[in-house]
């Protein structure tokens, strides 16, 4: 007989959840940080939803480690905020498994579940205290998991403890007991260092100031402030490393900003607050849980995408935000492209070259909107939220034009797709925002800088040093001659001497006191006119000024060096037109100067007849200097030759590894590519007869390789196969097309200008061999000799300096 739909059922059935649930709760894989966090959400998120709270209150959570030395079975876990705290009705929901005060959307934590699931990972017995302001006693909750489970029932005891201030409000939870596996990680070595830089990265922007963001123009979003301890030690948020908002690169007549920011309103939708399931409709009932408690609420994708001042091969990448906290950091996975004809996945960036030195496209992605897993470690990308928001920051198509226009997309004219074509490339200089020394980029250094600026210093909060040394590279490139202060080039100065060695005139005349008209006289056997002032002798300050004027920073033999017995010290290396003397007033093509605050000045004298007719580098000559000066610093008996090599090894800019000499080669080889493809696509079929048929099937394998989808016969014919070509096979190109590439078209070589047949025969040879030489070294990847790697080096040298610079628009 069936039961009639108004007739209470006769018996029921007792589905209370054994203890032991709490027991198998920590057995779900949380890391620490993971644990510490589910708990630090539920106070930052009674932290956001606070507006009354007090401007002279700050919010903060402090956190508890085990510190090293601490007995084992004493060690503990503690996290204690300042919230509002809570009544002992809210108390009680707020410890019940799965229950949540907080709405499934709005909100960092679901506090029951999120609770358990932390505090089963880290022990077996949990203190919970709080305390409302105006509260004459502190609520405390004893759980533990083990003695509920051997009595079989979900029950804690709750005790009162009298507090001494009535102002006192928050709550504190605190874990004894802890499980073997967590001591054993909590006692490894740095732990709460590495905690604290992972918190800092996942709470970034709530703890960062409300002013201390990228300025975004007309999205409109602010840190939060909030303070977060662990073990009495500041967590410093991560900011990002970006360029200014304001710098911009040239890409087909337009300019692309290095901050692109990203505002799109969603149509509103119902949220399901138990549940979380969003109703693009408005329903009587949630049709996932059946229940009431809908909202309509606002969505919107909203943050910005942007250009780091540094390459890295993985500290680069996409963060994304729910309700403040970093669900993903540094993910990646908008830079492929699903095929949605095949289902084949496309890694596009970086891509070819530039993933030997990374990427630098990075961004801060608030998504409140798209549900995520209960781990909060990825958001549910099988949702429509997810791809609408992966549309709205990245395009649908390609990132890469050629292969959009190939399979009938448009231009990606997304956020990450301009990004990606504007500072596709990675070349030294202005042009691509990356700094340089003249020749070559200076990533190492560049990373470094980056360090300094997460530490705070503030020399390297804006983007000006990465700059300026961007834009110095672009001036030794093009040769100018910098002007000094007196509106004279330093130029003429530095040719006062013929042979680069002695100093000119007015330094000698400056140094011992006579000027011009003494020295007449003295000349002809007379005495110095009376009636002439004698100027002063130039004191050691002004000389050091006179240096500095018109002189240029080698920036990649910057920074903090130091050596043993001696403390690190601040080093700056100049490179400066002017003729040099040593303290005992004889020349010399470098001297080193000691300033105050444990400072070193290095001055290099390019032009000196060393470097100008022995082929000498300026700057081992540099790093002799700053060898002997801290050699002398440090009073020790080492050799100047053992200081100079642990100078040198500090200065990684420096290397010329076969892996370092492999990354420059390629990015040339990158640029050349580009190049000749942007001059010679027109005539691509006259390119592609002249190949000899070894290197046509170089061409083609290396494509089948990079972009298995390329319709090869096409490519012969719009001159896509030209990225493609080897090293030797754009020497081919060049021997039969010069007019194609040289005469500062691809290579500044001139050719059309020579009259003589056999000198254009030999600026065309001349530039082939440099690329078959570089082809060489490429594909040959058996060992080097220092003197191979060093041939190498001259070689990029020179074939850089070949390379047409393109102008800046």
Not at 72 to 84: F, K, M, Q, S, Y
Request: hydrophobic share 35%; with cysteine; glycine share 10%.
């Amino acid at each position: 007989m069936s039961l009639g739909a108004s007739e209470p059922y006769p018996e029921s059935l007792d589905l209370t959840p054994s203890p032991r649930l709490l027991e198998v709760l920590g057995d779900i894989p949380y890391k620490p940080w993971q644990c510490l966090a589910e708990l630090i959400d539920n106070a930052f998120d009674d932290f956001l939803s606070d507006d009354a709270r007090d401007a002279d209150d700050p919010p903060y959570v402090r956190v508890t480690l085990p510190k090293p030395g601490t007995p084992e079975g004493d060690e503990i876990v503690c996290v204690a905020d300042n919230g509002r705290g809570m009544s002992l009705e809210a108390f009680q929901l707020a410890l019940r498994a799965g229950y949540s005060r907080n709405s499934r959307y709005g909100s960092l934590g679901l506090f029951g579940m999120g609770f358990n699931i932390a505090t089963a990972n880290l022990g077996s017995v949990t203190e919970v205290r709080t305390t409302r302001a105006g509260d004459r006693d502190w609520l405390i909750a004893e759980i533990n998991f083990l003695e509920m489970q051997q009595k079989g029932e979900f029950r804690a005891p709750l005790r009162r403890e009298a507090k001494d201030d009535p102002t006192m409000h928050g709550t504190e939870i605190t874990v004894h007991r802890l499980r073997t596996d967590t001591r054993a990680a909590l006692r490894r070595p740095q732990l709460a260092s590495n905690i604290r830089d992972q918190l800092g990265k996942v709470y970034s922007y709530l703890l960062r100031g409300k002013d201390d963001l990228p300025e975004l123009p007309g999205v409109d979003l602010k840190g939060r402030g909030f303070q977060l301890l662990v073990n009495n030690t500041l967590v410093r948020p991560r900011r990002p490393c970006v360029w200014d908002a304001q710098r911009s690169v040239p890409y087909r007549g337009s300019d692309v900003k290095a901050i692109q920011p990203i505002d799109r309103p969603l149509s509103p939708a119902w949220a399901c607050q138990d549940c979380g399931h969003w109703h693009r409709v408005s329903p009587e009932a949630c049709v996932e849980c059946g229940g009431g408690n809908l909202e309509l609420r606002e969505r919107r994708i909203v943050g910005w995408v942007g250009i780091q001042r540094y390459l890295h091969i993985s500290d680069f990448g996409i963060d994304f935000l729910r309700n403040g906290r970093k669900i993903l950091t540094s993910d990646r996975s908008l830079f492929e492209w699903e095929n949605p004809d095949t289902g084949e996945t496309l890694a596009e960036y970086p891509i070819e070259l530039g993933a030997t030195v990374g990427g630098r496209i990075v961004g801060e992605i608030h998504l409140d909107h798209v549900p995520v897993t209960y781990q909060k470690n990825d958001f549910k990308r099988d949702s429509r939220d997810w791809i609408t928001a992966v549309h709205a920051i990245r395009g649908e198509g390609p990132l890469q034009p050629n292969k959009a226009k190939a399979l009938g997309y448009p231009p990606n004219d997304s956020p990450v797709g301009l990004l990606f074509n504007g500072f596709r490339r990675n070349d030294p200089g202005v042009k691509c925002l990356v700094p340089g020394d003249g020749k070559r980029p200076l990533h190492e250094l560049a990373r470094e800088w980056a360090a300094s600026f997460r530490k705070g210093l503030a020399e390297f909060l804006t983007d000006e040093k990465w700059y300026e040394a961007a834009r110095q590279h672009d001036e030794i490139k093009r040769g100018r001659t910098t002007t000094s202060a007196g509106g004279g080039t330093t130029a003429a100065a530095a040719n006062g001497a013929a042979d680069g060695s002695s100093e000119p005139p007015g330094d000698l005349l400056s140094r011992t006191g006579l000027g011009l008209g003494d020295h007449a006289a003295m000349a002809t056997g007379g005495s110095p006119a009376p009636s002439q002032p004698q100027p002063q002798p130039e004191t050691e300050d002004q000389r050091f000024a006179r240096y500095r004027t018109g002189a240029r920073k080698l920036n990649d033999l910057g920074g903090a060096v130091s050596v043993a017995m001696l403390g690190k010290r601040m080093v700056t290396v100049y490179d400066t037109p002017v003729p040099l003397l040593d303290h005992s007033g004889r020349s010399t093509p470098c001297v080193s100067h000691t300033l105050r605050g444990n400072s070193i000045e290095v001055f290099v004298h390019g032009d000196h007849k060393v470097f100008r007719e022995f082929g000498r580098d300026p700057r081992d000559y540099a790093i002799i200097e700053i060898a002997e000066a801290l050699r002398a610093l440090a009073n020790t008996d080492d050799s100047a030759a053992r200081i100079a090599a642990e100078v040198t090894v500090q200065f990684p800019d420096q290397r010329f590894t076969d892996g370092a000499l492999r990354e420059r080669a390629s990015a040339l080889l990158g640029r050349v590519r580009e190049g000749l493809q942007r001059v010679g696509a027109s005539r691509a079929d006259a390119l592609w007869a002249s190949l000899p048929a070894d290197e046509k099937q170089a061409a083609e394998k290396h494509a089948a390789g990079a972009d298995p989808r390329l319709v090869w016969p096409s490519a012969t014919e719009n001159g896509d196969f030209i990225v493609h070509l080897t090293a030797e096979g754009i020497a081919a190109i060049t021997r039969a097309h010069p007019e194609v590439v040289m005469d500062d078209a691809v290579f500044s070589t001139t050719w059309s200008t020579w009259n003589d047949p056999d000198a254009r025969h030999a600026q065309v040879e001349r530039l082939g061999r440099l690329l078959e030489i570089m082809g060489s070294f490429l594909s040959n990847t058996s060992g080097k000799t220092r003197l191979d790697l060093a041939m190498m080096r001259m070689t990029l040298d020179v074939l850089e300096e070949e390379i047409a610079v393109e102008e800046l628009a």
